[in-house]
């Protein structure tokens, strides 16, 4: 008797795109709490995330490739802890060489209490793209 394979059906009415996120320092002040909604997909995008400092300078930085799930929560390490001032974590995703969404949100380094924030969170939703979707240029530094 042949295999059956099972054949995926869905599809997008539109490209993913930021639905909400967070940056949530811990109480050490070393390290940030991320949290990132998407809306549903299926091919899979890309996801850079960066925190600059006060100074501007990143603090920060990761880049997740062919993401799978629609909410994405991790860890990340500042390099300099500047307790008190303000922080922007950067969010870009992209898929296919084109740029799907971008966002800024910006955050004090300052303890907050888990539930209030989560509770914040859920009050919040995008219901548009932070940017168009447009081409990526190319990078001037790689040959």
Do not use: C
Not at 11 to 17: A, T
Not at 65 to 75: A, K, N, P
């Amino acid at each position: 008797m042949d295999q059956l394979h099972a054949v995926d059906l869905r599809y997008e009415e539109e490209p993913p795109r930021f639905l909400r996120a967070q940056a949530l320092p811990y109480p050490d002040l070393q390290r940030v709490w991320t949290r990132v909604q998407l809306t549903e997909f299926v091919g899979h995008p890309e996801l850079e995330m960066a925190i600059l400092g006060p100074d501007g300078r990143e603090e920060a930085y990761m880049v997740m490739v062919d993401v799978q799930h629609t909410y994405i929560s991790l860890t990340m390490h500042l390099k300099r802890s500047q307790p008190g001032q303000p922080y922007r974590f950067l969010l870009r995703l992209t898929r296919d060489n084109t740029l799907l969404d971008q966002r800024e949100v910006p955050f004090d380094l300052v303890f907050v209490d888990r539930d209030q924030a989560k509770a914040d969170a859920e009050q919040m939703v995008w219901t548009e793209r932070g940017v168009p979707i447009t081409p990526l240029l190319p990078d001037p530094d790689i040959p």
